[in-house]
C-alpha cells in the first residue's frame, strides 16, 4: 500500500480543476489581502480621505470608516475575507482601530512575502509574528498611562481623538461632552466593588432635520411613534405601562377564516363575535390598570379606537430594540400572551411628547431607572448614519478607558515605542524568528508613515524625526499631524486607548497568519467560468457589488 493511502487525505479533482501551491497560492493570496489593506490605508488618521461607495442599488454611502468600507465592498476572494473579518473583529472587541489593524496586517503581509523570498518557512513567520506579537501587548501595557476616573478632559480628548477623521469631527467638542456625560450616566458598581461603565443602560437614537449642535443626552428612553389614535393622551405622568410583543389583534387564524353565510344575520352575527373579542382585549387591559400599551406588533383599528375612548394611549409597531431598552428603563416585564399578564408585569413612567410632535421621551422612576439615550440629530440622513458610526466607535473606546482608567497618546506614538523595544526583544530570540519578529516591529511603522502620507507630509522624515525623539526616551512623541510637529501628543491631546491597541495588534498578527497558513488553493472547476486562480473571476479579486470607490 502506498504512503498516502495509508490515512493521509488523497484530494481528487476533476479534469478542469485549478490548483496553486506553496509559493504562488502564498504569492496569490498575500497580493488579494495587500489589496484590500491597501484600499482602506488612505483614509487612516484626522487627515484621511473619504471614501464614496457605491452599491450595485446605486445607494452611496460616503465614509472614513475602515469596518463600512470593508462590509460594502462585496469581496468575493476568501483571503481578502480575511482581512475584513479583522476589521468586524477589530469593530466588535473594540470599537475603534479598524483601520489600524487592517494597515498593519497588510504590512505584515508585506514583510512576510521578503522573508519568503529569503526562503524562510511559512511556520517559521508565523511563530515569530505570534512571539512578536504577544510581546507588543506586554509593552503597550508598559507604556499605559492611568487616568483617574473623574478626569473628564482625558476621557474627552479619547472621544475627540476618536471622532477625528469621521463625519463627528465637526461637532467633537459638543459631542465628546455629551459621549463622557453619557458615559457618566451609565457608570455602575461591579460585584467586586470597581466602577464600569455599563453601555447596555444607553441607547444611541438619531433624527433627523435640525443641526448636530442639537444632539442631546436625555434621561429614559425615546420612541420615535406617534399615538396610535389621535385621541389618545400624549402626556402622562406615573403611568401604568404595559409592554407586550403579541399583536392587539385577531388571531390570524380567525382573521383568515372564510365564513359561509346564507343569510345577512349571520354576517352581522360574526362581526359582533369578533368586534366582541377586540373589546375583551381592551377590557383585560383597563382591568390591569393600564394607562399606556407599547405594543411590539400591530393594534388593530376597533382595539385603538376602544383604547382612546377609555383614555389609554397606545404605541404600535415599536422596534424591538426600543422593547428591551423601554423595559430596562420603566422596569416592566414583556407580556408574549396578554392573558396571563398580571399588575406585576406593568412598568411606570412618564410620557412626554416634544415640541414638533414626533418623538415620546418616556423617562421611569427614580427608584428603578438608570437609562439614558443619547439623541443624535443631522440634517439629512447621511449625516446622522455617519454621526452615528463616529459616535458609537467613540462611546466603546471611552467607556473602556472609563472603566479600567488608562491611556495612550496617538499619532503613531505608541507604534513607534512598541516598535523600538520589540527590536530590543528580537535581539533575543533565536533562528529565523528573530527576522519575524524584527518584520514585525517594522509593520508598526506603516502608522505614523500613513498618518504622514495623509497629511501630505514627508513620511521618511518622519519615521526619522520620531525614532530619534524615542531614542532620547521621549516615549510620548507621536505626529500631530495639525500642527506637522513631532510632540507629546498625549499633551497635544490625542489620545488614544490601550486596549484598542492592543485589540489592533492581536487582530492584525491573527490575520496575516491566517493568510500565511495556505499554502495549496484547490479550486474545482464547475462552477468557475472564468478561469481558474488569478483570472478574472473565482478567486481573482474584488466582486461586483461595488460600482465605484474613489
Ligand atoms: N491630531 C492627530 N495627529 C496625528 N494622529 C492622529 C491625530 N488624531 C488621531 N490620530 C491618529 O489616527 C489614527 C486613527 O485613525 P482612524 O482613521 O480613526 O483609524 P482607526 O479606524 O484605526 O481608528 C490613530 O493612530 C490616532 O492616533
Given amino acids: 500500500m502506498s504512503q498516502q493511502m495509508q490515512g493521509q487525505p488523497m484530494i481528487i479533482m476533476g479534469d478542469d480543476a485549478e490548483r496553486m501551491k506553496d509559493k504562488s497560492a502564498q504569492e496569490h493570496n498575500i497580493a488579494a489581502a495587500r489589496a484590500v489593506a491597501e484600499s482602506v490605508r488612505s483614509t487612516l488618521g484626522p487627515k484621511g480621505m473619504d471614501k464614496m461607495l457605491v452599491t450595485s442599488l446605486g ?12 462590509e460594502e465592498m462585496d469581496i468575493d476572494n476568501p483571503t481578502a475575507e480575511m482581512i475584513v473579518e479583522v476589521a ?67 476621557f474627552r480628548k479619547v472621544a475627540q481623538t476618536s471622532m477625528t477623521g469621521k463625519g463627528a469631527e465637526q461637532h467633537k467638542e459638543d459631542l465628546s461632552d455629551l459621549i463622557v456625560d453619557a458615559a457618566d450616566a451609565v457608570t455602575v458598581e461591579a460585584e467586586d466593588g470597581s466602577t464600569i461603565v455599563d453601555l447596555a443602560f444607553l441607547k444611541v437614537e438619531t433624527q433627523t432635520g435640525r443641526g448636530a449642535g442639537d444632539s442631546e443626552l436625555l434621561e429614559g428612553a425615546v420612541i420615535d411613534k406617534d399615538p396610535v389614535h389621535e385621541e389618545m393622551p400624549s402626556d402622562l405622568d406615573d403611568a401604568s405601562i404595559l409592554v407586550i410583543d403579541e399583536p392587539l389583534e385577531l388571531d390570524e387564524a380567525e382573521a383568515d377564516t372564510q365564513v359561509s353565510v346564507t343569510d345577512p344575520n349571520q354576517l352581522q352575527d360574526f362581526i359582533e363575535q369578533e368586534e366582541q373579542e377586540l373589546r375583551e382585549k381592551v377590557d383585560q387591559i383597563v382591568d390591569l390598570g393600564v394607562d399606556a400599551v407599547v405594543c411590539q406588533k400591530g393594534i388593530d383599528d376597533m382595539v385603538q379606537h376602544y383604547l382612546a375612548k377609555e383614555g389609554i394611549l397606545g404605541l404600535k409597531r415599536v422596534k424591538r430594540s426600543d422593547v428591551e431598552f423601554l423595559r430596562e428603563i420603566i422596569g416592566a416585564d414583556v407580556v408574549s400572551n396578554l392573558d396571563t399578564a398580571t399588575e406585576d408585569h406593568l412598568g411606570t413612567g412618564t410620557f412626554r411628547r416634544d415640541d414638533d410632535e414626533e418623538l415620546f421621551y418616556i423617562e421611569g422612576t427614580d427608584d428603578y431607572s438608570h437609562g439614558v439615550t443619547l439623541l443624535l440629530r443631522g440634517s439629512t440622513e447621511h449625516v446622522v448614519d455617519e454621526l452615528e458610526r463616529g459616535v458609537e466607535d467613540a462611546l ?34 533565536s533562528g529565523r524568528e528573530q527576522l519575524a519578529v524584527e518584520a514585525y516591529a517594522d509593520a508598526l511603522d506603516v502608522v505614523p508613515r500613513v498618518l504622514s502620507e495623509n497629511a501630505g507630509l514627508d513620511s521618511i522624515d518622519t519615521l526619522v524625526d520620531l525614532r530619534a525623539a524615542h531614542s532620547e526616551g521621549k516615549e510620548q512623541a507621536g505626529l500631530n499631524v495639525f500642527s506637522g510637529e513631532i510632540e507629546d501628543t498625549f499633551e497635544a491631546g490625542v489620545v488614544e486607548t490601550p486596549s484598542a491597541k492592543k485589540q489592533a495588534l492581536t487582530s492584525a498578527s491573527e490575520a496575516a497568519n491566517l493568510v500565511l497558513k495556505i499554502d495549496d488553493i484547490i479550486e474545482s472547476g464547475e462552477s468557475d467560468e472564468d478561469g481558474g486562480p488569478g483570472g478574472a473571476g473565482g478567486m481573482g479579486g474584488m466582486g461586483g457589488g461595488m460600482g465605484g470607490m474613489m
Fill in 59 to 70: 445607494d452611496i454611502v460616503v465614509t472614513n470608516d475602515g469596518v463600512t468600507i470593508l
Fill in 88 to 154: 468586524e473583529t477589530q469593530e466588535d472587541e473594540a470599537g475603534d482601530g479598524t483601520t489600524t489593524a487592517v494597515a498593519i496586517a497588510g504590512e505584515l503581509l508585506k514583510n512576510a512575502e521578503e522573508l519568503l523570498d529569503q526562503d524562510i518557512h511559512p511556520t517559521a513567520i508565523i511563530k515569530g509574528f505570534n512571539l512578536a506579537a504577544e510581546q507588543a501587548r506586554k509593552e503597550v501595557d508598559n507604556i499605559t498611562i492611568d487616568v483617574d476616573g473623574d478626569d473628564r478632559e482625558t
Fill in 396 to 429: 466603546d473606546v471611552v467607556g473602556t478607558a472609563m472603566s479600567r482608567g488608562e491611556a495612550l497618546p496617538g499619532g503613531g506614538a505608541p507604534e513607534v515605542e512598541v516598535a523600538a523595544r520589540l527590536r530590543e526583544f528580537a535581539d533575543g530570540v
